[in-house]
């Protein structure tokens, strides 16, 4: 199937987008099946929609391996092809963050990524949760919710003791050396797809398909407030299910020393 850009545009509006609208985007290309144009085509109908006083920001997620020290102006996000289509627009401003920054076209561009703090990449006052605090969305388009970052921000804000890791990331000085800062490691996603079984539960998706995929669209806040409850709950609601998950038995031991859940012997 070719998807152009007024279909992709349509597509957006139907599922509820608006102009003036601040917005979260994460997204797989290829999932759209042939886009005429590419990922600048994508990012053209996001633009489209929102309009100039609206917001678009995307992940700009980079390694901070050694062989690859972060420099904002420089270092291909590895999130895909539609989010360095968008840090690449002259317009464009990315946040500092070594591993977890983002990029951002819009009104609120500056305010929104200046400060990252390298101990902040996704928690409270993160640019992502700065977007939604100003009312942003969440929009999922061909990806799911393991692709859903600003879950990362609700694990903070639910103090779940397992977010509690630091990491070491190598960026770029201002002398062009590398040197290394400690930033707080994020955790695993993988069982993620459980936010979806809530967010459907409480009717807090709209979803639709544009091209080949699958999308869906969120307020962002109701969705952080939904999971903040859900995982007082239940503070194990995040973790994978794949026994060789060292992240996500870190977490279980975490919780458990907190007294959170009992963990079984067998
Ligand atoms: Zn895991």
């Not at 070719?2 to 797989?28: C, F, K, M, P, Q």
């Not at 990449?121 to 393991?146: C, F, K, N, Q, Y």
């Not at 779940?160 to 695993?188: F, I, K």
Request: proline letters at 4%.
């Amino acid at each position: 199937m070719t998807v152009t850009r007024a279909e992709i545009r349509g597509g957006l509006r139907t599922l509820g987008l608006r102009a003036d609208d601040r917005v979260i985007v994460h997204s797989s290309l290829s999932s759209l099946g042939w886009v005429e144009g590419g990922a600048e085509t994508v990012v053209d109908a996001l633009l489209d929609v929102v309009g100039t006083d609206g917001t678009v920001m995307v992940p700009t997620f980079t390694t901070g391996d050694d062989d690859r020290p972060f420099d904002p102006d420089e270092t291909p996000s590895v999130t895909g092809r539609i989010t360095e289509e968008l840090r690449t627009r002259d317009e464009a401003v990315r946040s500092g963050h070594p591993t977890h920054s983002v990029a951002v076209v819009g009104a609120d561009a500056k305010s929104l990524t200046e400060d990252h703090e390298p101990t902040n990449s996704l928690g409270p006052g993160s640019p992502m949760h700065r977007l939604i605090e100003a009312d942003g969305s969440i929009l999922l388009l061909g990806v799911g919710h393991t692709s859903n970052s600003s879950v990362h921000v609700a694990e903070r804000l639910a103090d779940l003791p397992y977010r509690d890791q630091t990491r070491a990331a190598a960026v770029v000085s201002d002398g062009g050396e590398s040197q290394t800062v400690t930033t707080n490691a994020v955790h695993c996603s993988y069982g993620f797809d459980a936010v979806e079984v809530v967010a459907r539960r409480d009717g807090l998706l709209t979803e639709g398909v544009i091209g080949d995929a699958d999308v869906q669209l969120m307020d962002g806040q109701a969705l952080l407030e939904e999971l903040v409850d859900v995982l007082e709950a239940v503070p194990n609601l995040l973790l994978c299910a794949d026994p060789g998950c060292d992240r996500c038995a870190y977490a279980r031991k975490r919780l458990a020393e907190e007294e959170l859940i009992e963990l079984r012997d067998d």
